[in-house]
């Protein structure tokens, strides 16, 4: 249990075009998703948390007008990267949370999709 | 400001050794701590995790973690390394935020397993 899918595992697009990567919770429902990015050889960055039927909380530094999260149900969750320049290009990763009790939370993460803007 | 130092970033054991990856994190309530495990190219897998009770946790592929209280520290180890264990390791500290829990990793460290 607790998979978690990204579409797609790889793309590359051309500068100023917009790439669109799909988050789903295969076999649980997630009210809550989260965005992360890694660069090569660094650890994970939160970029933005996901809530299903509501805005995104987006992390201090991130540009919400670039990164659009939308989380229109309960297993889907899509992160938008407008008007994409190379230093975009990046390992983009996603959760979903599981909520045992208050707080007590553990996040599946999906396979990651791998971004390349020429 | 929670954080997670693990001071090593790059590990090499041979194959049957063991093997502890250490983990401190700076959090001024209670942890909630996490190992995860990525290999290139790939999401991130839960290895273990503790909220409350037992402070030594079992996780999958026989790996286990303790938590101490008194060094703020939560090291993995497995008593024995297989050359599948290759990957890199991070260590995570879920911080409370208004909405639940925030995770927060360390920078990661490479395992190599040498034959």
């Known amino acids: 249990g607790a998979v978690v899918s990204q579409h797609p595992s790889r793309v590359i697009c051309k500068s100023g075009t917009s790439v669109k990567i799909e988050c789903r919770s295969l076999?649980?429902?997630?009210?809550?998703m989260f965005w992360y990015r890694q660069f090569p050889k660094q650890s994970l960055m939160l970029m933005a948390t996901?809530?299903?039927?509501?805005?995104?909380?987006?992390e201090q530094g991130v540009e919400k007008d670039k990164f659009l999260i939308n989380h229109a149900s309960l297993t889907l969750s899509t992160l938008t990267v407008t008007s994409a320049h190379p230093e975009d290009s990046s390992f983009y990763i996603c959760?979903?949370?599981?909520?045992?009790?208050?707080?007590?939370?553990?996040?599946?993460f999906g396979p990651g999709t791998r971004l390349l803007v020429l | 400001a929670q954080s997670v130092t693990q001071p090593d970033i790059h590990i090499t054991v041979s194959e049957g050794a063991s093997l502890e990856l250490r983990c401190n994190y700076s959090?001024?309530?209670?942890?909630?701590l996490f190992w995860y495990v990525q290999s290139p190219g790939q999401g991130l897998q839960l290895l273990l995790k503790?909220?409350?009770?037992?402070?030594l946790v079992q996780g999958i592929k026989g790996f286990e973690a303790e938590f101490k209280r008194s060094q703020s520290s939560f090291n993995l180890r497995k008593p024995s390394v297989h050359w599948s264990d290759a990957a890199e390791y991070f260590c995570?500290?879920?911080?409370?935020?208004?909405?639940?829990?925030?995770?927060?990793f360390g920078a990661g460290t490479i395992l190599r397993v040498k034959s």
């Open positions: 959760s979903a949370r599981i909520s045992h009790h208050r707080f007590q939370e553990t996040q599946y």
């Open positions: 503790y909220f409350s009770g037992d402070t």
């Open positions: 076999d649980f429902q997630a009210t809550t």
């Open positions: 959090y001024g309530a209670t942890p909630y």
């Open positions: 995570a500290v879920g911080a409370e935020v208004e909405y639940g829990n925030k995770l927060v």
């Open positions: 996901s809530n299903e039927g509501s805005k995104a909380t987006y």
